[in-house]
């Protein structure tokens, strides 16, 4: 990836977390007031997840900044983790805001005394239903640019406010269940709030600690690398293939099989050809190791064995390529 490429990722980056931290300021204050003045704890418990995202956004926009610097001596493979990193601290922020939601309505449920909670008033609905709208589009657009430019960490940020949206629609039943009679809806809504934010920090965090102990693509993934390589002209066959994602970048190891009797230009020519298809038709592949063994025909093989009981056939092959393995290595004995 250039540097232009880069940059133009950064770009959209920084737009989205710009309007994010405007959006959930604005709205975390408007809960917050409405929370106070409607008397209602679930609101107020849903402006503290509102103003939780705007910290979790400082944390995305300097996650993508440091993913973004030029590899260097002491990391010759790039930053891109540290998008990683910021995927789990945003996730810890997720659990730590959900838990002090959940503990604040479960000491206001273990209190037994509801008739004493104040039943919310009718501006707490109307903040849990803007809420709902601004912080489901908040999603959409969030997760849109994510997917454009492949971004763990904008993407955590998008859950994060699906996250918003769903405890908006949990602070909405609770308000209307108190105002139906049923004032302890309030804060039991505060704790259903709680168990959202704990699944969403949940999956942000496993996504995130997925690609630091480089895991494997998924199946059609490299289903498709591996048909790409086998069109490609002089490719005989595909030997081995090993991808692992490194944050929001991928790296593959592969082996092919061409014909032995190639030059070593020849072969190193089938390999570049490779390498820049399987380039261009995966963008977010940051490079590719690529290995050219020379192929053995098995049907030629036994054809120059001639007389062998087929019982042994499959022993002599194996010991074949086991021969050629070592002169791979510079071990012909």
Same mark, same amino acid.
């Given at each position: 990836?250039?540097?232009?490429?880069?940059?133009?990722?950064?770009?959209?980056?920084?737009?989205?977390?710009?309007?994010?931290?405007?959006?959930?300021?604005?709205?975390?204050?408007?809960?917050?007031?409405?929370?106070?003045?409607?008397?209602? &704890?679930?609101?107020? =418990?849903?402006?503290?997840?509102?103003?939780?995202?705007?910290?979790?956004?400082?944390?995305?926009? $300097?996650?993508?900044?440091?993913?973004?610097?030029?590899?260097?001596?002491?990391?010759?493979?790039?930053?891109?983790?540290?998008?990683?990193?910021?995927?789990?601290?945003?996730?810890?922020?997720?659990?730590?805001?959900?838990?002090?939601?959940?503990?604040?309505?479960?000491?206001?449920?273990?209190?037994? =005394?509801?008739?004493?909670?104040?039943?919310?008033?009718?501006?707490?609905?109307?903040?849990?239903?803007?809420?709902?709208?601004?912080?489901?589009?908040?999603?959409?657009?969030?997760?849109?640019?994510?997917?454009?430019?492949?971004?763990?960490?904008?993407?955590?940020?998008?859950?994060?406010?699906? =996250?918003?949206?769903?405890?908006?629609?949990?602070?909405?039943?609770?308000? $209307?269940?108190?105002?139906?009679?049923?004032?302890?809806?309030?804060?039991?809504?505060?704790?259903?709030?709680?168990?959202?934010?704990?699944?969403?920090?949940?999956?942000?965090?496993?996504?995130?600690?997925?690609?630091?102990?480089?895991?494997?693509?998924?199946?059609?993934?490299?289903?498709?690398?591996?048909?790409?390589?086998?069109?490609?002209?002089?490719?005989?066959?595909?030997?081995?293939?090993?991808?692992?994602?490194?944050?929001?970048?991928?790296?593959?190891?592969? &082996?092919?099989?061409?014909?032995?009797?190639?030059?070593?230009?020849?072969?190193?020519?089938?390999?570049?050809?490779?390498?820049?298809?399987?380039?261009?038709?995966?963008?977010?592949?940051?490079?590719?190791?690529?290995?050219?063994?020379?192929? $053995?025909?098995?049907?030629?093989?036994?054809?120059?064995?001639?007389?062998?009981?087929?019982?042994?056939?499959?022993?002599?092959?194996?010991?074949?390529?086991?021969?050629?393995?070592?002169?791979?290595?510079?071990?012909?004995?």
């Amino acid at each position: 990836m250039n540097q232009h490429e880069t940059m133009s990722m950064e770009q959209v980056a920084m737009r989205v977390s710009k309007t994010s931290i405007l959006v959930n300021t604005l709205l975390s204050l408007a809960k917050l007031a409405a929370g106070i003045l409607a008397s209602s &704890e679930a609101m107020v =418990s849903d402006a503290v997840h509102s103003a939780s995202d705007v910290f979790s956004t400082f944390v995305v926009i $300097i996650g993508i900044k440091m993913a973004g610097k030029k590899a260097d001596k002491e990391h010759p493979y790039g930053h891109e983790r540290m998008e990683c990193v910021a995927a789990i601290l945003l996730s810890t922020v997720l659990a730590l805001t959900g838990a002090g939601i959940g503990f604040s309505g479960l000491r206001k449920i273990a209190g037994g =005394s509801f008739e004493n909670l104040a039943v919310p008033g009718i501006l707490a609905m109307g903040a849990a239903v803007l809420s709902i709208v601004v912080k489901e589009w908040m999603f959409w657009y969030t997760r849109a640019n994510a997917k454009k430019i492949n971004s763990g960490a904008l993407m955590a940020d998008a859950w994060h406010h699906r =996250s918003d949206s769903l405890s908006s629609i949990g602070a909405l039943a609770g308000i $209307i269940g108190a105002r139906l009679g049923f004032p302890v809806m309030d804060p039991l809504a505060s704790v259903i709030i709680c168990l959202f934010i704990f699944q969403a920090a949940y999956e942000i965090f496993k996504d995130a600690v997925d690609k630091m102990v480089d895991k494997a693509c998924d199946e059609e993934t490299v289903e498709k690398i591996r048909a790409l390589a086998k069109r490609q002209r002089g490719v005989m066959r595909v030997d081995s293939l090993q991808t692992r994602e490194f944050g929001n970048k991928i790296y593959v190891d592969l &082996e092919i099989a061409a014909d032995g009797h190639l030059s070593l230009n020849e072969s190193h020519e089938i390999a570049e050809d490779v390498h820049d298809e399987i380039e261009k038709a995966f963008p977010q592949i940051k490079h590719i190791m690529i290995h050219v063994n020379p192929y $053995i025909n098995r049907k030629t093989v036994y054809a120059l064995l001639g007389e062998v009981d087929n019982g042994d056939l499959e022993e002599v092959y194996q010991l074949l390529r086991g021969y050629l393995e070592k002169r791979k290595q510079g071990r012909p004995d």
